[in-house]
């Protein structure tokens, strides 16, 4: 079974200010990672996934992600946010035998003007 | 690509009564389609797995006999929550998956049950 952690509750970040998001995970076995925003009343949308190769990988909008086998993180990164940016935001890892995701808690950026 | 549609949007109902919930994969078939819940200010908790043409795969703690799913076609799911009550109401969210790792979500069903 596998688990993750987001380190961060709320995340609050002025407009044009870098923004990393943490996420730590466990699991048994080799899993795939990745991370969704979600905007109030919809569904997730992906922002970028890790499944093999390059550990840091580059996704929509302007965020990217690296995976750290040692110490089983995925943390997430934006170098300049803008106030689009605001929404809830979850790392989630599933297991390549069935598929299924396991979220973290979510991470509230706020980003302010 | 990979869009995935969830009907109603929005829907109230009054306790006792029997809701059903779309979920399509517009342009994909999805061998694999998963529903979870969402509480208000909370994570999305996985309540089963349904593979078309057989019986779906419930998490531990949820009612299958009153979270019905049924996985019809390559294309369509239904959740149907059965004798509503109260503490249903939630946001219902579905996913579906082709043959790869990646689930594509729907929009989202806020259930309300007076």
């Known amino acids: 079974a596998q688990s993750v952690t987001q380190l961060d509750s709320q995340v609050p970040v002025f407009e044009e200010a870098p923004v990393e998001l943490r996420c730590n995970y466990s699991s048994s076995v080799s899993v795939y990672l990745f991370w969704y925003v979600q905007y109030p009343n919809q569904g997730l949308q992906l922002l970028l996934k890790y499944l093999s190769g390059s550990t840091l990988v580059k996704g929509i909008n302007g965020f990217e992600a690296e995976f750290n086998k040692s110490q089983t993180s995925f943390h997430l990164r934006k170098p300049s946010v803008h106030i689009s940016d605001t929404a809830e935001y979850f790392c989630a890892v599933s297991d390549p035998n069935d598929y299924k995701l396991s979220f973290g808690a979510g991470t509230t950026v706020t980003v302010r003007a | 690509g990979a869009v995935v549609s969830q009907h109603p949007s929005r829907v109230i109902c009054k306790s006792g009564t029997s809701v059903k919930i779309e979920c399509r994969s517009l342009?994909?078939?999805?061998?694999?389609m998963f529903w979870y819940r969402q509480f208000p200010k909370q994570s999305l908790m996985l309540m089963a797995t349904?593979?078309?043409?057989?019986?779906?795969?419930?998490e531990q703690g949820v009612e299958k006999d009153k979270f019905l799913i049924n996985h019809a076609s390559l294309t369509l799911s239904t959740l149907t929550v059965t004798s509503a009550h109260p503490e249903d109401s939630s946001f219902y969210i579905c996913?579906?998956?082709?043959?790869?790792?990646?689930?594509?979500f729907g929009p989202g069903t806020r259930l309300t049950v007076l």
């Open positions: 342009d994909f078939q999805a061998t694999t």
């Open positions: 996913s579906a998956s082709p043959t790869s790792a990646e689930q594509f």
């Open positions: 349904s593979n078309e043409g057989s019986k779906a795969t419930y």
